[in-house]
């Protein structure tokens, strides 16, 4: 049974039954209503605000970075000239100053990487053993040796305008020593 039939058993055969239960057209419906809805559904447009802090956090990093080159700093600021006042006491060509009297070429090593030596006992003859240091000024103190051992010498370097050897026994102690208490093994 379909619903006319309904219809006509329910109000009888008058047509009347028929438009009572019938309902009215809808009213024109408008399609634009629900469009303000569908705006808060669409996407947003993408935010630039991430962009802004990426390029602000480049420009502090780049900033830090020439901030920290001291080549680059150095030069941007010894490129400016100095402003110097002329002194209007001392209008004078200062006399000839003698000139600087160039420094004294180091002494070159009496000993290689490599080579064997003999400890000396010191010149002033009290001690038969010399102290080695821990470190080339001296200041730290070493193993102790006898006068007359045999060692190896490790590196060099040149304190004070003097030659200190760093050496080796046989038996594996290391330490510093200067040049003076050195001399080859014959």
Do not use: C
């Not at 600021?77 to 209008?91: F, G, L, Y």
């Not at 010399?130 to 193993?143: C, H, I, Q």
């Amino acid at each position: 049974m379909n619903g006319l039939d309904r219809a006509r058993v329910i109000g009888g055969n008058s047509a009347l039954g028929i438009l009572w239960f019938a309902k009215q057209p809808d009213q024109e419906m408008e399609f634009d209503e629900g469009l303000e809805d569908d705006d808060a559904l669409r996407p947003k447009p993408p935010s630039r605000r991430p962009l802004i802090w990426l390029l602000l956090l480049l420009v502090v990093v780049g900033g830090v970075y020439w901030l920290l080159q001291p080549d680059t700093s150095m030069q941007s600021r010894e490129r400016q000239p100095a402003i110097t006042k002329p002194s209007s006491e001392s209008t004078t060509i200062p006399s000839s100053a003698p000139a600087p009297s160039k420094p004294a070429a180091p002494p070159s090593p009496a000993f290689h990487e490599g080579q064997q030596a003999v400890i000396v006992p010191p010149k002033d003859g009290r001690q038969q053993a010399v102290r080695l240091f821990s470190d080339p000024e001296g200041s730290k103190p070493g193993p102790q040796l006898k006068a007359g051992e045999t060692v190896i010498i490790v590196d060099g370097a040149l304190v004070d305008q003097q030659w200190v050897y760093q050496v080796r026994t046989p038996s594996g102690a290391t330490g510093w020593v200067q040049e003076s208490m050195l001399t080859t093994r014959s």
